[in-house]
């Protein structure tokens, strides 16, 4: 068994095998698949595995980098495409992709990777986690109100693409785990694809582009928006009033949106429905490189024990010490303070449990109380949302 990158024309065989694992053979799935690749292509990296009969597997990697809090961007990699042929499953040939995966994204300073599971149970046992929960409104659009601030609504030009990208960042700045967009991301965001108009529309304030949202295909019955962003009430309500415009074209609106958006104390309805269930998985691929990445404004220091049997590099105590914005991490024999495994310490260290709740869940063993508030003081901070499309 041998597991490297993809050469050549091994690219479109790990295609076809993909196809047939998620696809059922459709070859039209693969022209949405080369659209997704269209201008990400030096940041996609694609392995196969090989035994004796050929290609078994096979998955790929795209870089991005995620907002963390104020001024700590994190290198990541978004892993999609995993398949593995039917009639060699149950040989440990999917982990070992996703093992040499973790070694290259190590290798290459990613520090966290995401993934969307076909099976949650599966990626727990190698360490990933869910860290992500998806809150999707179905709003009626006859049941909203335009509202004064509405006139303030118009359709996005050209010129409008430097506000609208200030304003993602100034939203962004109170969430781990949202994009930090390149240009080429922002071109999938904002304009239309082969099969679809993108029509953007903003909210301008005396300060700026205050909020916007994205309108792409869709329906007369439901139509979603890739996206809705929006940094004050005023923008929230102004936006939903130009929802409220459309009624006649479409009588349902979706998009997703963090916990404390304050949709509700704008708009509540009973043909309003508000859905919640678990979205990506997540794993810190470098426990080392992840805590040094942070900078507290708090000091403090503690000794943490990770388990991590699949990624040996992240087992171990560690001495974890910080002041001034800097963090030092040092392997230690000292006796660990506080026990954790590498799905708990992922979670808390996206921001989407607490570490008072992990270890109110039995998820984290506390052996001495002062090192736990230190722990505290690191890791709390922002809370997770992670926005699509990519």
């Known amino acids: 068994m041998v597991v490297r990158r993809l050469e050549g024309d091994e690219t479109h065989e790990a295609d076809l095998l993909w196809l047939q694992c998620f696809e059922r053979g459709l070859k039209s799935s693969l022209d949405g698949l080369s659209k997704w690749r269209e201008g990400l292509e030096p940041r996609i990296v694609r392995f196969g595995l090989w035994d004796e009969a050929g290609m078994q597997a096979t998955l790929q990697m795209y870089g991005k980098r995620l907002q963390f809090e104020s001024g700590v961007v994190i290198p990541a990699a978004y892993i999609s495409s995993i398949a593995c042929a039917p009639a060699r499953r149950g040989r440990g040939y999917g982990s070992a992709c996703l093992k040499h995966a973790l070694e290259h994204m190590r290798d290459a300073g990613q520090i966290v990777t995401t993934l969307s599971p076909f099976e949650y149970a599966y990626y727990r046992e190698l360490g990933w986690e869910w860290i992500r929960i998806i809150r999707g409104y179905r709003v009626p659009s006859r049941m909203l109100r335009v ?14 693409r430097p506000g609208i990208e200030e304003a993602y960042r100034r939203f962004s700045a109170r969430y781990r ?86 949709l ?20 810190v691929v470098d426990v080392e490189a992840a805590l040094t990445a942070l900078k ?33 991490v040092a392997s230690t024999k000292r006796d660990a303070e506080i026990q954790v495994d590498i799905q ?13 709740a992990l270890r109110g869940r039995d998820r984290m063993a506390v052996i001495r109380e002062p090192a736990f508030q230190a722990l505290r003081g690191l890791l709390d901070g922002p809370p997770m949302w992670y926005n699509g499309p990519i």
């Open 264 to 283: 509700w104390s704008q708009f509540m309805h009973r043909d309003m429905h508000t859905g919640i269930g678990p979205g990506l998985q997540g794993r």
């Open 344 to 356: 708990a310490f992922t979670q808390a260290f996206f921001g989407v449990l607490p570490v008072t």
């Open 177 to 262: 785990g949202m994009a930090v967009r390149d240009e080429v991301e922002w071109d999938l965001v904002l304009d239309g694809s082969k099969s679809y108009v993108s029509y953007v529309y903003v909210y301008e304030s005396d300060g700026g582009i205050d909020g916007y949202l994205v309108m792409r295909g869709g329906g007369s019955e439901e139509t979603f928006l890739p996206e809705f962003i929006s940094l004050t009430p005023q923008a929230q309500r102004a936006l939903l009033g130009l929802l409220r415009r459309l009624h006649n074209q479409a009588k349902t609106f979706v998009w997703d949106a963090p916990e404390d958006d304050g």
């Open 296 to 328: 507290p404004a708090l000091s403090g220091d503690f000794v943490i024990d990770i388990q991590d049997p699949f990624a040996s590099w992240n087992a171990g105590t560690w001495q974890v010490a910080f002041a001034d914005g800097v963090v030092t």
């Open 147 to 160: 509202v004064p601030e509405t006139e303030d609504v118009r359709l996005a030009n050209p010129q409008d």
